[in-house]
């Protein structure tokens, strides 16, 4: 298949399709209104499930059942209601549940904005549910990015038995790009799913699907048995692109749309004569704390560089080890950073005039 002009939530639902996805729940909320909306009519002619639940809460909790079910489940939504999913997600977590979430950002706190921005990052990194567990999130920079590792997400979700959130702002579900969405993407070795509540249709125990445990002494062996997991992506699953560092006096930090926008400014900045780089988080959970250790010794300075007042700032820091000098520039509220906006704060750590 050649490449095909497409919006970017579409063209994320159709990669879920294609991921062989076999059941949607979500309900209606901008800017990822258009990923439901055609998901509505074409997971029907592919024999699938489409469900717009009457909530978020309650889209979630269909999410749990069929995960548990063992169907690869996808549900999707915008700040304001992953939010409203973050006990479900505890839930799936606890029970070693695989799912897709896919995260179309918004401006926030509270009911925020429509425009797009990064935001969510502590609420998707962090755990926004209760208790000790982790989403495996991966934020691609392009739509073709996007489509390529929703593909790979039920792969990685199957495998590890936990969910995965992609992680976009509004700009990479409302904007147009040529995809190809025949790209092969890897497949991860997985195994049959024995532990699912099925209806018992293989010959074996009965499965039980759950996340209470009453004596601590099981919940303690339950979440350690977790860690051990989440140890595993850490030291295994990292993803990162490191970009233009040769004999790079600067680093600019920065995921999804803004790294594309930095892109365009460390071209400015060459033209000024400034040695400017990238390192671009495409996990951000794992954070990908290998890379700083990867730049080399003319690297001076970094830069974070988000569409929030400064949530990976605090991984920026602890991955840094105090090795060089952090600055930072934000824009939030929906503001999109322009890439002379980020030549100038290059400029002004780096002691250069002023790019007009």
């Not at 002009?5 to 579409?10: D, Q, R, W």
């Not at 499930?49 to 939504?77: C, D, H, K, P």
């Not at 797009?116 to 990194?125: F, G, H, V």
């Not at 799913?193 to 919940?219: C, M, Q």
Request: hydrophobic letters at 40%; one cysteine or more; aromatic letters at 8%.
């Amino acid at each position: 298949m050649s490449k095909v002009l497409m919006k970017g939530n579409e063209a994320m639902a159709l990669a879920a399709i294609k991921a062989d996805c076999d059941a949607f729940y979500g309900y209606p909320i901008t800017p990822q209104n258009e990923l439901p909306e055609y998901l509505s009519k074409h997971m029907s002619l592919h024999g699938k499930v489409f469900v717009q639940a009457e909530s978020e809460v309650a889209a979630i909790n269909m999410v749990y059942g069929a995960a548990g079910a063992g169907a690869r489940v996808l549900t999707s939504s915008s700040s304001p209601g992953i939010a409203l999913k973050q006990e479900g997600l505890s839930y799936m977590a606890g029970s070693e549940l695989p799912a897709v979430i896919i995260n179309v950002m918004r401006g926030g706190p509270g009911l925020g904005g429509i425009q797009p921005s990064q935001a969510d990052y502590k609420q998707i990194t962090r755990g926004g549910g209760n208790g000790d567990y982790y989403l495996y999130a991966l934020a691609p920079e392009t739509l073709q990015e996007a489509v390529d590792l929703i593909k790979e997400a039920f792969d990685i979700a199957d495998y590890f038995r936990n969910p995965v959130m992609i992680a976009v702002d509004g700009l990479i579900g409302q904007m147009m790009e040529p995809v190809d969405l025949d790209i092969e993407t890897p497949k991860w070795d997985l195994e049959p799913k024995t532990w699912a509540a099925d209806g018992n249709l293989i010959n074996r125990k009965k499965n039980i699907i759950n996340s209470l445990y009453l004596d601590p002494n099981d919940l303690e062996k339950h979440s350690f048995k977790l860690k051990e997991k989440y140890d595993e992506m850490r030291k295994n699953h990292q993803r990162y692109e490191l970009i233009n560092m040769e004999n790079a006096e600067i680093v600019i930090v920065a995921y999804g749309s803004t790294s594309r926008i930095a892109r365009s400014a460390i071209e400015i900045l060459s033209e000024k004569g400034i040695k400017c780089g990238i390192l671009r988080p495409i996990t951000l959970f794992p954070y990908p704390k290998k890379a700083f250790g990867e730049l080399p010794l003319t690297v001076k300075n970094l830069l974070v560089v988000e569409m929030s007042t400064g949530q990976m700032l605090d991984d920026v820091i602890i991955s840094n080890e105090c090795r060089l000098p952090i600055s930072f520039y934000g824009r939030a509220g929906g503001i999109v950073p322009e890439a002379e906006e980020i030549v100038n704060k290059v400029l002004e750590i780096v002691g250069g005039e002023k790019h007009e």
